[in-house]
């Protein structure tokens, strides 16, 4: 029993090490950089080049990220990556994807708690002067309807969820130093 446990922990621990050769095969090194075979596969999928998964576009593809390495190893040697300038950048590029994912994530959440019900859609519709209904009916409206009420729901929740965050916060402001001029 001990020899077949023996045995089956060497197939697990090389099983093992063969799977994380694979993960660490290095396609390319640009001086100290290494670049992975899974990292250029997952960069090139998300590249415009992918539109051609062939060898010539694969080298292609790592030429231009190898050239890309150099000249930011280049900028960083020289420097140019603590640059107050620079750092602002990044700093204004991180506030904007942060927010982003922050507003999408907040928004799909939002919209998969609302519901927009047929007899809100019916109400909005009875509501409607003739001259916005084009002559249409109900049925044909309905999408139409349904989808104006979603996003009016969403947007109201949305200002609902800001204002609290308002509520929590502790804000201060010197509205004084708005009418400065420097």
């Keep these: 029993m001990k020899k077949y446990l023996a045995?089956?922990?060497?197939?697990?621990?090389?099983?093992?090490?063969?799977?994380?050769?694979?993960?660490?095969?290095?396609?390319?090194?640009?001086?100290?950089?290494?670049?992975?075979?899974?990292?250029?596969?997952?960069?090139?999928?998300?590249?415009?080049?992918?539109?051609?998964?062939?060898?010539?576009?694969?080298?292609?593809?790592?030429?231009?990220?190898?050239?890309?390495?150099?000249?930011?190893?280049?900028?960083?040697k020289k420097g140019l990556d603590k640059e107050p300038g620079f750092l602002k950048a990044i700093e204004r590029f991180w506030e904007q994807s942060l927010l982003k994912i922050a507003l999408d994530a907040k928004t799909k959440e939002i919209a998969n708690t609302l519901?927009?019900?047929?007899?809100?859609?019916?109400?909005?519709?009875?509501?409607?002067?003739d001259s916005e209904k084009s002559g249409k009916t109900y049925q044909e409206l309905y999408n139409q309807l349904k989808w104006k009420l979603s996003k009016e729901k969403e947007a109201k929740a949305m200002e609902n969820w800001l204002?609290?965050?308002?509520?929590?916060?502790?804000?201060?402001?010197?509205?004084?130093l708005l009418k400065k001029e420097k």
């Excluded at 250029?40 to 593809?61: G, V």
């Excluded at 990220?65 to 960083?76: F, G, H, R, W």
């Excluded at 927009?116 to 109400?123: C, G, M, Q, V, Y």
């Design 7 to 76: 045995i089956l922990l060497a197939i697990v621990f090389i099983a093992g090490c063969s799977a994380k050769n694979k993960q660490k095969e290095i396609l390319a090194k640009i001086n100290d950089y290494e670049i992975t075979a899974q990292e250029f596969e997952e960069a090139f999928k998300d590249s415009a080049s992918f539109r051609q998964d062939n060898l010539e576009s694969k080298k292609e593809f790592l030429d231009s990220l190898i050239n890309q390495k150099l000249i930011l190893q280049e900028a960083q």
């Design 115 to 129: 519901k927009t019900s047929d007899a809100e859609a019916k109400e909005a519709y009875d509501k409607l002067p």
């Design 163 to 176: 204002s609290g965050l308002h509520q929590k916060a502790k804000i201060t402001v010197n509205y004084g």
